[in-house]
Every structure is written in structure tokens, then in C-alpha cells.
């Protein structure tokens, strides 16, 4: 069982509608989450990161959120456009120095 | 800036065969690491290096090797290249290490898609 858990594993949405995405982590001891975003063909870009004492934080359209308590994470992206079509990566830091990434949710921003 | 590169961008082999992977960085980063990608699965370390002239192993390090002679290049090695390596390769920096923070963030390069028949 893979220690960070994406869902869903894609997802299709029309332009101009919202979407979240889950990331479920069982690593401990937990050091910051990471959404980064990977176009097709690309390497991933870094959207946010969130540390403990973060809830909640913004870039944009997109906004994620944190629950170290139940260790689950989500990006909500609103109002989303074309190029918000890609994969989304859930990383997570533990124990300081290691990671774990999800294996993404490919998203589809149709017109 | 560049940012990061890598080259090749598409490579086949065949089994046995060896090749190196580039990986080069223009932000004065001292960490650098190389990953696997595989469908379906997160991405997995391979190997990474803390500073010049120095490796570790990541996760799945078996059946490559790296070297770090200068700061800005990280080399990722195939001796015997098997058809289970087949996979896309990105190599990364960061300024810091993975402690957290802006500062450990990674930027990655474009990816090496390998081919191993």
C-alpha cells in the first residue's frame, strides 16, 4: 500500500467549474506537504507547501488545505481553465529528510 | 536561467547496453537528485548528492550509479541497462536540504524517457 494515497486517480471537468483533490498520507513523523503540478511531458512545479501548523494556503485559483490530526491534505482548484489540465502531486516530507509522492491525479480541463 | 537541464531528452538501449544521463543546474543549488517515474506509481529516488563530490542512495538506487564532480552537473549511470529500467528520469535541485520550507524546494528538469528492449 503506497504510503501517500492520491484520489481520485483522474478527473474530468468542464472549463469554468471547481474540483478537489485528496492526498491521504500515513508517513510519520510528518515535516510539510508539497502539491506540485506536472504538465504532460514536463517535470513537476511546486504549487504549495504546507507545514505543520498550516491549515490552510493559497496560490491562485488553487487553495490546499491540511489536516495533520487525520493526515489528509486536499487542493481545491475553482474557476478552473484549460491549463489547469495536468497531473497534480501530492508530496510528503517525513522524519526531516525523507519523502513520498503520490502517484497523482491526472486532471482534464475540457472547454 | 536555464534552470534545469537534461539531456538526452529520448533514449533506446538495448539490454546490456550502458549510457549517462546529464542533469546540469544554473541556480547554484547544492542538492541535487535524480528519480524514476513509472505509470502508476509516485515518483522514486534514486540517488541524490548534498554537495560536490558527494552521492547517496535513495530508493531505488540498484543498477545505477552517480557522481557529482561538479556543482552544477549530476550524472546518473546505467552500467548494464535492463528492460525493468525502462522509465522516465528526472533529475532535481534545491538549495537546501528536505527539511521543509521555500528554500527545499525542488525544481525539476524536463525528463529523460529511456527505452531499454
Known amino acids: 500500500k503506497n504510503q501517500v494515497e492520491q484520489s481520485p486517480q483522474s478527473l474530468i471537468i468542464l472549463e469554468g467549474k471547481n474540483c478537489t483533490l485528496q492526498?491521504?498520507?500515513?508517513?510519520?513523523?510528518?515535516?510539510?506537504l508539497r502539491w506540485y503540478k506536472q504538465d504532460t511531458g514536463r517535470g513537476p512545479v511546486s504549487l504549495t507547501i504546507?507545514?505543520?501548523?498550516?491549515n490552510t494556503k493559497s496560490n491562485g485559483r488553487y487553495t490546499a488545505t491540511l489536516d495533520a490530526d487525520t493526515k489528509q491534505s486536499s487542493l481545491h482548484i475553482t474557476a478552473s481553465q484549460l491549463s489547469d489540465s495536468a497531473s497534480y502531486i501530492c508530496?510528503?516530507?517525513?522524519?526531516?529528510?525523507?519523502?513520498?509522492f503520490g502517484a497523482g491525479t491526472r486532471l482534464t480541463v475540457k472547454p | 536561467n536555464a534552470g534545469v537541464t537534461q539531456t538526452p531528452k529520448f533514449r533506446v538501449l538495448k539490454t546490456g547496453q550502458s549510457m549517462t544521463l546529464l542533469c546540469a543546474q544554473d541556480?547554484?543549488?547544492?542538492?541535487m537528485y535524480w528519480y524514476r517515474q513509472d505509470p502508476g506509481m509516485g515518483l522514486r529516488l534514486i540517488h541524490y548528492?548534498?554537495?560536490?563530490?558527494?552521492?547517496a542512495k535513495g530508493e531505488v538506487p540498484d543498477g545505477y550509479n552517480v557522481s557529482r564532480l561538479k556543482k552544477q552537473n549530476f550524472l546518473l549511470g546505467l552500467e548494464s541497462a535492463a528492460p525493468s529500467q525502462t522509465s522516465v528520469y528526472f533529475c532535481?535541485?534545491?538549495?537546501?536540504?528536505?527539511?521543509?520550507?521555500?528554500?527545499?524546494?525542488?525544481?525539476f528538469g524536463p525528463g529523460t524517457r529511456l527505452t531499454v528492449l
Open positions: 532535481a535541485s534545491s538549495y537546501s536540504s528536505l527539511g521543509g520550507g521555500d528554500l527545499d524546494t525542488q525544481y
Open positions: 492526498c491521504n498520507y500515513t508517513v510519520s513523523p510528518f515535516s510539510n
Open positions: 504546507m507545514t505543520f501548523s498550516e
Open positions: 508530496v510528503v516530507t517525513y522524519n526531516n529528510n525523507d519523502m513520498r
Open positions: 541556480m547554484n543549488h547544492e542538492y
Open positions: 548528492s548534498v554537495g560536490e563530490g558527494t552521492t
